[in-house]
C-alpha cells in the first residue's frame, strides 16, 4: 500500500506563485511515475474531467499544453516527495489538484487533494 500526503495550496492573485509538495509513505518501489492532476471544483466542475497536469519519472517529464513554460514537477527521490512549481497563474488554475504514484505492479494511487484557487 503506498500513501501519498499532498501540501501547498492555497489562494494566490493572478500572476502570482505556488508550490505544491507530495510525499510518498509505504511500499514504494524504485521505478515509479508521479504526478499531478486536477479538477475544477464547485460550479466550475460541472462537465469537466479530472485532467492530466504533469508526470514524471526516472527519466521523463510531461505537461499538459495548457500550462507548459508557467509550471515546472520535479522530484527527490531520496525523500520520495514530487513537486509542482506553478508560476504566472491564471484563474482557470483553479482546482483541486490530486498527487499520483503509479507502477504496473500497484497500478494506480491518488491522494487526497488540495485546493488552489486563483483569484484576486
Known amino acids: 500500500q503506498v500513501q501519498l500526503v499532498e501540501s501547498g495550496g492555497g489562494l494566490v492573485q493572478p500572476g502570482g506563485s505556488l508550490r505544491l509538495s507530495c510525499a510518498a509513505s509505504g511500499n514504494i518501489f524504485s521505478f515509479n511515475t508521479m504526478g499531478w492532476y486536477r479538477q475544477a471544483s464547485g460550479k466550475e466542475r460541472a462537465g469537466k474531467e479530472r485532467e492530466l497536469v504533469a508526470t514524471i519519472s526516472r527519466a521523463y517529464t510531461n505537461y499538459a499544453d495548457s500550462v507548459k513554460g508557467r509550471f515546472t514537477i520535479s522530484r527527490d527521490n531520496t525523500k520520495n516527495t514530487v513537486y509542482l512549481q506553478m508560476n504566472s497563474l491564471k484563474p482557470e488554475d483553479t482546482a483541486v489538484y490530486y498527487c499520483?504514484?503509479?507502477?504496473?505492479?500497484?497500478?494506480?494511487?491518488w491522494g487526497q487533494g488540495t485546493q488552489v484557487t486563483v483569484s484576486s
Open positions: 499520483t504514484y503509479t507502477t504496473i505492479q500497484q497500478g494506480v494511487h
